[in-house]
Every structure is written in structure tokens, then in C-alpha cells.
């Protein structure tokens, strides 16, 4: 499966990422996350992508309703990928529309990014 979330403590989310990402199973991660906010959680959201290949095309990717609903919640987001995803994962993630900080980190990165994450 091309995309996994896993909770771990303290409000730690891993959504693990690759081949192609489909709106659907994205979707799904999304509805997993908000019934996590709805209990009472601020999520920490730690992106992997690995071997990824991009976001799942001629599908309709304009669906705001768990960013404005939700992003507030959302405490950080840190993704960890390849640098040719910058642009594409920093828009994606709402970077610059969301209250949370959203930072970049490079696959041998990952320790780093956990650590920004608890800071």
C-alpha cells in the first residue's frame, strides 16, 4: 500500500508515502488523522516518502474541507524526501496557509526531523 499512518506516543503521526499516491487512500489517511484531533489530539505529522513517484493525476486534489477544518490542530509537519519534491510536498502540506510550521528534511534526515518535531 502506497501510504501508511501510524501513531506513535506523544501525538507523533507517520504517514509513510510511496509509488504513487492515490486521492483515495490519501483521503482515508486524513479521515484516520481527524477522528485522532477529534479525541484530543495535536498531532505532530512526520511525512516519509520513500521511492515515491508523485501525487495520483486526473483526480480532483481540491478538497479543502480537513485543511480548513483541521489545520489548526495540527501542531508541526516535517516531511522527509527526495529534494526534487520541495516545492511540490511544501504546497501540498499548505505551507505558509496553515498556523503550522512546515519544514523540508532530506531521506538521511529522518532523526532530525523527529528531533524538530518534539522541540
Same mark, same amino acid.
Given at each position: ?13 507517520? !504517514? ?16 484516520? !488523522?481527524?477522528? $485522532?484531533?477529534?479525541?484530543?489530539? $495535536? ?25 480548513? *477544518? ?16 520541495? *516545492?511540490? *510536498? ?15 528534511? !532530506? ?13
Amino acid at each position: 500500500m502506497p501510504a501508511t499512518l501510524d501513531f506513535e506516543e506523544n501525538d507523533l503521526c507517520v !504517514l509513510r508515502v510511496s509509488g504513487t499516491l492515490k486521492q483515495s487512500e490519501f483521503a482515508e489517511k486524513q479521515n484516520l !488523522l481527524a477522528r $485522532k484531533i477529534d479525541g484530543g489530539a $495535536k498531532p505532530r505529522l512526520l511525512v516519509i516518502s520513500e521511492n515515491f513517484e508523485g501525487w495520483e493525476r486526473n483526480t480532483d486534489w481540491n478538497d479543502l474541507d480537513f485543511l480548513i *477544518a483541521y489545520s489548526g490542530a495540527i501542531a508541526k509537519i516535517a516531511i522527509v524526501a527526495e529534494p526534487r519534491w520541495d *516545492a511540490h *510536498a511544501l504546497a501540498f502540506a499548505g505551507a505558509g496557509v496553515r498556523s503550522a510550521p512546515v519544514k523540508i528534511f !532530506l531521506p538521511d534526515q529522518l532523526e532530525e526531523a523527529r528531533t524538530w518535531l518534539a522541540e
